[in-house]
């Protein structure tokens, strides 16, 4: 195998890799989306907005 086609199939390796992490972030960033999506047709609430200690868990064992 002459040096040409060494340097030629790594440089091709490395745009593989490259595309495949680019595929991976689409994928991840399509797949948080419809979790998103989800979550608001299902209604279920969100507590970005509210003060410490309001929407958590309720002990009402007293």
């Known amino acids: ?3 040409m086609a060494m340097v030629s199939s790594m440089l091709a390796m490395q745009a593989a890799n490259t595309q495949t992490q ?3 972030s689409i994928m991840k960033s ?5 979790k998103s999506e989800v979550q608001t ?3 279920t609430p969100s ?3 509210l003060g410490p200690g309001i ?5 009402i064992t007293a």
């Open 1 to 3: 195998m002459d040096m």
């Open 22 to 24: 680019v595929a991976t």
């Open 30 to 34: 399509n797949a948080d989306a419809a």
């Open 41 to 43: 047709l299902l209604g």
């Open 47 to 49: 507590q970005a907005n």
């Open 55 to 59: 929407g958590g868990n309720l002990d």
